[in-house]
């Protein structure tokens, strides 16, 4: 299967999404805000998630909360 944003659109390793809601984060007290750039994103083993550095932090992120740019 392949890796689909929120809109359908199939996700590549490298690419660039937008966060598409504010989402909190598990283990820190900090929030993504909505509108956040997460550039040249990982592929996962789970179509579902993938992963990308926020904030100098490698997290694994829900793609039915991404945007393709």
Do not use: A, H, Q, Y
Request: charged share 35%; hydrophobic share 35%; proline share 0%.
């Amino acid at each position: 299967m392949e890796t689909k944003d929120s809109n359908g659109n199939i996700l590549k390793e490298g690419d660039s999404v937008t966060v598409i809601k504010d989402l909190k984060v598990k283990g820190l007290s900090s929030v993504i805000k909505r509108g956040t750039v997460v550039k040249n994103i990982r592929l996962t083993d789970d179509v579902k998630e993938i992963e990308g550095k926020v904030g100098g932090s490698v997290i694994v992120l829900k793609t039915e909360f991404m945007k393709k740019m």
